[in-house]
């Protein structure tokens, strides 16, 4: 069974009360429920991983790394737009993520626009809502399983 790290950044604890005309009324916990019934499904572990400091979230990279963790999806908050060391993190454990947002980034102020992740990224879904937390798993989840399969990319 593939461990899909679901990685969530700074405030995203505060979803359902946060801004609900950028980031909609459902809850981290709702979103997570909506990953487990996936994971059964598609057949995936997930493992989650929220925090409000860029160290923990370094950490809990790194740990990916060594841990059997196959791939990431990442919504990394505001840590998109200015955390070096983060992407530092991705590049040291060479683990496939794929970064989303439930807003449409390009939409919002242009600071919003420069992502420190999407060059590195197997792919960047943003602007839907919760949905692309499951978009981007599935994303990951064909990737890796056409790269175990050896198939190609297409």
Do not use: C, W
Not at 44 to 66: C, M, T
Not at 74 to 87: Q, V
């Amino acid at each position: 069974m593939l461990k899909i790290l679901i990685l969530q950044g700074p405030n995203l604890n505060r979803l359902g009360k946060r801004e609900p005309g950028h980031y909609g009324t459902k809850t981290l916990s709702e979103i997570h429920e909506e990953i487990e019934a996936l994971g059964k499904k598609e057949n995936f572990l997930p493992v989650f991983f929220q925090s409000n400091h860029e160290g923990a979230i370094v950490d809990r990279i790194h740990a990916a790394g060594e841990d059997g963790t196959q791939g990431a999806v990442a919504n990394l908050g505001a840590y998109t737009h200015t955390s070096i060391a983060i992407r530092d993190a991705f590049l040291s454990v060479e683990l496939p993520v794929v970064e989303v947002h439930l807003s449409n980034v390009y939409r919002r102020e242009s600071f919003r626009a420069k992502s420190l992740l999407s060059d590195i990224a197997a792919g960047t879904i943003g602007g839907l809502g919760p949905v692309v937390y499951q978009l981007g798993i599935l994303g990951l989840l064909d990737l890796l399983r056409r790269r175990d399969s050896g198939t190609p990319r297409t």
